[in-house]
Each structure stands twice: as structure tokens, then as C-alpha cells.
């Protein structure tokens, strides 16, 4: 008589009761099982199934973080080793199921056998197994669920009584089909969106790469999320440099420094933006989110007008045009470095970035304009300007100065401290403002946040005191000016913008 250690496949994969349904169905997807014996200190306590997943857990709207405990199946049916196959055959048609644990005197997993293990030897045997486990199941729902018969009539009588065969209709079974069809995509879809589909992460490399025309690698903890939007989230992303002979700073070494580095990184991108990339029409790549903990941004422009910051087929630029910057709704960084090399405008520049988000009174208190933030920019050598003082035009009155508030590094808003060269004059950058200013936005309902900014870089001098509701290109701007210098030629190439060249002038507007 053979014996199930006969038979057994051994060195079986287990999961504990606290384990996630993430991780199982992980498990199951490595291993190409539908199945998997759960087991704590104590040996078996139960049997989890990818039907289980779908049924207890998907159906009933639970997350991927579920316990395996509360989805598994209890007091799961076993045999020894020892058992003869008969014996383990038997218990399979009686509460009909394909796959037994095998468990030993202290009641561990030792192996696990299926009726595929029994079906070259005992093929007999297999087959009246298996016409009782394929037979109709008794329901798994208390009696008092069950639809119950009139006693007046019999069961007889109620399939007498019932509708024509179904070969009448055809066109039913290729309904019934159909919609069998759409409901197991339905359930696949969404186990994969509940484990986050972990096997789409090379995939998504790839494709990512092949949209924007350079190397995307993601850290190894990484999920996504793909309806509705993407939204994906890793331990660390990176987007390479720009393609050869494109813009692309360099290291101390000469090597090419990635576009961008980011840790512990939220990311999520609509479908739309990814389409526009892929058809190359020049758009800027539109983030909805970026969180991250560590971000690295490298970007260059060449003389030519075209920067890193362009992806797939960039259109044509000119040197006097403005950098098409990505734009954000959504964007907290909590330590950045940005390094910028902008050849048309001449300017390099090294600066660490960081968001805070504000609290609800520093929000209103943004949104009222009623307080002004502090920003410095100065040559080095300059003399450190304290706040906004009035200052006179010449054939002109002073111009009224807005009260200065006291802002230091935990106000919630924009952070940025950095050093660079303008035009060969060396740069120290300080800026703080209060509120949320993203670094760039296309939302036309973005709050406005005040905004001061004073720029002296050789003879010119500029102040601009107001509101904006984006950074990098001043959108939304309402402000007083001051400026001064050697010519309006000087202020112009400032500000992107072309003034003819006076004499040495000072003046304010708004």
C-alpha cells in the first residue's frame, strides 16, 4: 500500500496568520500556486486561497493590508505522510477539494499533496475523486440563507414548472460567457490593484524610459496604482540624463549627472500629460503629485534654447525663449538640491529647496496678502539688506513700503538658500515665503501668496514686492517695483524681456 510520502511535494512555502493578503498573494504569484498552507509557532492553522483573496477580501472592499488570519480558512483538513493515498484521496471528495498539507507528529508542515501528484499512479482512484469534488457543492451559508421549497409542492414539480431549455436561447450562453469574461478581468484587476502590481515595475521602466527618451529606474520597494491616474510610489526614483549630445551637466568627474534622484518618492501623473510626452508636441510633463523625502535636480539649457528639462522630441527653442518648466499641483520636499545652468540668461546657480506645508491660520494668513514674506538676493560683498526700504526714483517720491514680518525656518512655505554666478557676478540666494508657493503651477485658481524678492547683481538693482502664484515664472504676479542700474538694456535681460538702453535711470510703478 503507497504511502502519501510517496507522493508529497516537499520544502513547501508558508505564510504566518499576521502577514498581509499582499504578501500572499506575492507568494502565490511567485510560485504559480493557487494555494498556501497558513502556519504560526504552533505548526498549521489554517489553508489561504487566491478564491479566498477574491471572495472574502476583493469582494467585501478589503485592502491589500488585510491580515491573512482574517481571510484564511480554519481547521483546515491534513494528512500524514504515513496515510495510504486512498485515505488522502477520500478526504479530498469528501469536503471536495485538490490539495492536502501533510503535516508531521507535531503537527508542522512537512509537504503538501494534490491530486496532480496521484493522477499518473492511481488514475482510477483520481477520477472518482474527482467527479465527487466537481460535483455540486453544499453552500457555506447558515441553513436559514437556503430558499426553501412550499411543502405543497416537490421538487419535481418545480423543475416541471420551470423556463424551456437553455438551447433555445443560444445567444445565452454567449452572454453568460461574455460576461464571465468581463467579471474575472473585473476581480483580477482589482487584486492587482490591491497588491499594487508589483510585476509591472520593470514593465513601467521601460515604458516610462521610451516616453521620455531617457533611463527611469525605481528603488525595489515599489507599488502602483494605474485607474484613474498613475500613482506610484518607491524608496527611491531616478530619471537619467538627457540623450547624447543633449543638455546634461557634468560631476567633478566629467560623468553626466542624473536629470533627477529622489527618496521614499510619491508620484502621480495623469494619463493625459504621459500622452502629450509620448506625442512629443512640446508640452511641459504636468505632475500632479511629488512627495518626496530627498530630491536631486540637475537641469541645463544650452545657448541653443534647448534644456534637459524637455522631454521626447523637443521642439525647436530659441535662446530668448522661457524655460517650458514642468508644472505641479502638488509638490513637498523636504530636503532638495537644485543645480542650474541656464546658458541664454547666464546664470548658474547651486540651491537647496525644501516645502512646508502651512497650517490653516498660516494659509488665511497668506491668502490675505496681509503680511510679506522675506527673500535676499545679493552679490557676494553686498551689503545684507535687512527689509524693504523706501527707496527713491529719481524725479520721484519714495515708494511706500509694505510692514515685514518675521520669517524664519519653521514658517510653513517655500524654502530656498543658494549661491550661483549671474552673468559672471557671483550670487547668494535666500528666499522665504510664507503660505504654500509652489516652485510651478497651471492651476488658474491658485492661491496668490505674498512674495518679496530683491535681485543686485553688478549695477542693476531690482525689488519687486506683491503676490505670485507661481515662483519659477512670476504667474499670476501683482507687485510694486523698484529697479535702478546703469541701463533698461540691464533690467530687460533680468526679467526675459527686451528694454531699449538708456542712461543710468531709477524708477517704481506697479
Known amino acids: 500500500m503507497q504511502k502519501i510520502s510517496d507522493f508529497m511535494t516537499r520544502n513547501v512555502q508558508v505564510v504566518r496568520p499576521d502577514e498581509s493578503l499582499r504578501r500572499a498573494a506575492q507568494v502565490m504569484d511567485d ?38 488570519g482574517d481571510v484564511m480558512t480554519g481547521h483546515a483538513r491534513w494528512c500524514t505522510s504515513e496515510q495510504t493515498v486512498q485515505e488522502a484521496m477520500q478526504q479530498m471528495s469528501d469536503v471536495q477539494i485538490r490539495r492536502l498539507p501533510v503535516v508531521d507528529a507535531e503537527h508542522r508542515v512537512v509537504g503538501i499533496v494534490s491530486l496532480g501528484d496521484l493522477a499518473m499512479r492511481h488514475q482510477g482512484h483520481v477520477a472518482a475523486a474527482l467527479r465527487r469534488i466537481s460535483g455540486p457543492s453544499m453552500p457555506d451559508r447558515p441553513a436559514s440563507w437556503r430558499l426553501r421549497l412550499p411543502e405543497t409542492r416537490t421538487r419535481k414539480d418545480l423543475m416541471a414548472t420551470t423556463s424551456p431549455p437553455s438551447s433555445r436561447h ?13 467579471v474575472v478581468l473585473v476581480v483580477v484587476v482589482g487584486v492587482c490593484e490591491i497588491v499594487e502590481w508589483p510585476f509591472l515595475r520593470h514593465p513601467l521602466e521601460s515604458k516610462l524610459s521610451q516616453i521620455l527618451d531617457r533611463p527611469v529606474a525605481f528603488g525595489d520597494k515599489f507599488g502602483v496604482r494605474l485607474l ?11 530619471i537619467g540624463p538627457a540623450p547624447a549630445n543633449g543638455p546634461t551637466l557634468l560631476d567633478d568627474a566629467g560623468k553626466p549627472r542624473d536629470f533627477m534622484h529622489a527618496d521614499s518618492v510619491k508620484l502621480a501623473l495623469g494619463y493625459g500629460t504621459l500622452w502629450d510626452q509620448y506625442r512629443g508636441n512640446g508640452k511641459p510633463i504636468a505632475v500632479r503629485l511629488l512627495d518626496v523625502d530627498g530630491l536631486e535636480v540637475n537641469l541645463k ?28 499641483e502638488r509638490l513637498n520636499v523636504r530636503n532638495g538640491q537644485v543645480r542650474l545652468v541656464d546658458e541664454p540668461l547666464q546664470i548658474t546657480a547651486d540651491a537647496r529647496v525644501a516645502t512646508r506645508e502651512g497650517t ?29 526700504a523706501p527707496f527713491a526714483a529719481s524725479g520721484g517720491t519714495a515708494s511706500p513700503a509694505r510692514q515685514a514680518i518675521t520669517i524664519d525656518d519653521n514658517t510653513p512655505g517655500l524654502q530656498v538658500d543658494g549661491k550661483g554666478t549671474y552673468r559672471k557676478a557671483p550670487l547668494l540666494l535666500q528666499l522665504r515665503s510664507s503660505g504654500v508657493l509652489p516652485l510651478a503651477a497651471s492651476d488658474t485658481n491658485a492661491i496668490a501668496v505674498p512674495l518679496w524678492l530683491d535681485v543686485t547683481a553688478d549695477k542693476t538693482h531690482i525689488r519687486v514686492d506683491g503676490t505670485a502664484t507661481a515662483l519659477l515664472h512670476f504667474g499670476g504676479l501683482d507687485a510694486t517695483f523698484v529697479a535702478s542700474g546703469r541701463s533698461l538694456a540691464a533690467v530687460g535681460d533680468a526679467l526675459g524681456v527686451t528694454l531699449p538702453t538708456t542712461a543710468k535711470f531709477a524708477t517704481h510703478g506697479r
Not at 509557532?41 to 472592499?61: F, K, N, P, W, Y
Not at 443560444?170 to 468581463?182: D, E, H, S, T
Not at 534647448?306 to 505641479?328: C, E, I, K, L, V
Open 170 to 182: 443560444p445567444w445565452r450562453k454567449a452572454g453568460y460567457g461574455a460576461l464571465g469574461v468581463v
Open 360 to 388: 490653516a491660520e498660516a494659509a488665511a494668513i497668506a491668502a490675505s496678502g496681509a503680511s510679506t514674506p522675506q527673500v535676499r538676493v545679493a552679490t557676494v560683498g553686498e551689503a545684507k539688506i535687512a527689509g524693504p
Open 31 to 68: 510560485l504559480n500556486v493557487g494555494s498556501l498552507p497558513v502556519c504560526d509557532l504552533s505548526g498549521l492553522v489554517g489553508m489561504i486561497t487566491d478564491r479566498d483573496i477574491t471572495v472574502r477580501a476583493t469582494a467585501a472592499g478589503l485592502s491589500g493590508d488585510t491580515l491573512v
Open 301 to 328: 539649457r544650452n545657448a541653443d534654447g534647448h534644456a534637459n528639462w524637455q522631454f521626447g522630441a523637443a521642439q525647436p527653442a530659441t535662446s530668448a525663449s522661457s524655460p517650458q518648466m514642468p508644472t505641479f
Open 228 to 238: 484613474g491616474s498613475v500613482r506610484a510610489h518607491a524608496d527611491s526614483m531616478t
